[in-house]
């Protein structure tokens, strides 16, 4: 018996849930059910050791862990498919009886694809593929059996998407994908035109900045709409409460908040750093955040520049205790970059966090950021590797209060205008809606920015 559009859930399909620095989708995620929308997961990872938001318990959708698959690297294929295929057996058997004809046409492209995107005409086919469709057989055998799926929607547009891509077209059911930032810039993860096929077949696309529409949009071969549509923010759980006149003896604190990666550039806060110190400036710096493989090189550096006793790496922490950890910074400083590779952020969650505790905000004039902030408005901008520019807007702050209580009170001004997640997950709620009631996307697109800009 088909489900009516009220009674019609949207599957997420997610490379691991809950994952501790994407607060932005299980906010999403919990958001979207308080406006009505029905929603079930499928998390490809099952994550351990991960520090858990208090909005993950909140979640009513149920998870769905796919069966755990090893790695591929270091392996031969033979012997990865030999001890993984018994896991997802079941599933492509009674797949391959229900929807055979889809089921063999999705086996073919996946087989096509791994031959197409090889990396030379003399190297082995590309058999992340194989592994994906394994995993996408799992995921469209579950939505037959649970009628009221009538959707799939994949966060990041390389691998997550590309499983959600096959279990559509095995299960007949249709797809849509949200792209953010390295899934969209590296080359390597959507290899050829992959890019391009997943946005034609696509109900729809989101992603999180302007600079990310328009860049999607000048790759797009089809008339699939591109949606900007930002994280947002919950302004009732980011609020501040009044900052006390500091001691005058007391050391103001720089801090940053995100995982150790390139990206983020916190090489070039601990260069600015050092040049500060050399400078007689008191400060303690603070870098919360999960260790990446390139936090060794931040270490290294720390202890290079002999900064152990002005910088701290705390490590990661949750989003409740993240709101004290704003609250007890002087400024906030994070100087993201362009990656050799390709590779940035879009907006970084984190800054609209800073400024939503109307913190005083320094960043990087890349990517999506000249979205949120307008230089000398609600923040400062300074250029990307640029060490002794970001010590020449930190020591500029350090030493105007009412500059900082200034920039703050902007700051705050601008998330609750146009980053309000209450606002923008109805546009986002409005899409998948549109979906199940088997309307044109297209409709929703003046629905979109009007809730956007509410």
Known sequence: M???????????????????SETFITNEIHLLETLGLKLSIFSIKKLEGQKQHAVV????????????ASDLTGHSFARWFIENLPNFAASHGRLLARKPLRYLAALAECLKMSVKYRD???DWPRTVFIKEFLQAGFIANSVLDEPSIRHLHAHFCHGATTIALFASRMSGLPFSFTAHAKDIY?????????????MRRAKFAVTCTGAN?????????????????YHGLDTDLFVPEPRQAPAPDAVPTILSVGRLVEKKGFDYLVQACALLRDRGVRFQCRIVGGHDKHAEKTKALITKLKLEDCISLPGAVTQEELRAVYQEGTLFALPCLVVDNGDRDGIPNV??????????VISTDISGIPELIEHEVNGLMVQEKDAAAMADAIQRLLSDPCLRQCLGQAARETVCREFNSRHTTVALKNLFVACLEGRAVEEEAHVCCSAENA
């Open 2 to 20: 088909r489900t009516t559009p009220d009674e019609a859930v949207v599957a997420y399909v997610l490379k691991g849930f809950p994952r501790t």
């Open 57 to 68: 318990d909140a979640i009513k959708a149920p998870v769905t862990y796919l069966p755990q």
């Open 120 to 122: 030379g005409l003399l």
């Open 186 to 198: 590296l080359r390597e993860l959507n290899p050829g035109d992959l890019l391009q096929i997943k």
């Open 213 to 229: 529409q328009t860049h999607l949009d000048g790759r797009n071969p089809s008339d699939t709409r591109v949606h900007r549509i």
């Open 351 to 360: 800054l609209v966090e800073a400024m939503a505790m109307e913190m005083p």
